[in-house]
Nanobody
Framework: QVQLVESGGGLVQAGDSLRLSCAAS????????MGWFRQAPGKERGFVAG???????HYADSVKGRFTISRDNAKNTVYLQMNSLKPEDTAIYYC????????????????WGQGTQVTVSS
């Protein structure tokens, strides 16, 4: 069982940066792939970025070059560095975990956090 807690969301202006954190419980964190998803009002939850247990990464086209996912296995934490934020990045951001390999679909992931709100004003 893995429990995930996101933090770092907030209200920023377009062009600003934010770093989201996701703290995970459990001793097997280093064997899990981690993902970030987001859900805007009236839209379905969608993939943002993922990192495998070995550090391979994958990004949605809409955030490539602006967002960076990373992990610190010693701290059981995964991060999402978000630069050059746009109003269309406004959403609730969710952290998710699955064993080992990368996934980009909702049903790929077994564990989910409660989400953190990111609001980008124009």
């Amino acid at each position: 069982q893995v429990q995930l807690v996101e933090s770092g969301g907030g209200l920023v202006q377009a062009g600003d940066s934010l770093r989201l954190s996701c703290a995970a419980s459990g001793r097997a964190f280093s064997t899990y792939a981690m993902g970030w998803f987001r859900q805007a009002p009236g839209k379905e939850r969608g993939f943002v970025a993922g990192i495998s247990w070995s550090g391979n990464t994958h990004y949605a086209d809409s955030v490539k070059g602006r967002f960076t996912i990373s992990r610190d296995n010693a701290k059981n934490t995964v991060y999402l560095q978000m630069n050059s934020l746009k109003p269309e990045d406004t959403a609730i951001y969710y952290c998710a975990a699955r064993p080992y390999g990368l996934g980009s679909l909702l049903h790929d992931y077994d564990y989910w956090g409660q989400g953190t709100q990111v609001t980008v004003s124009s």
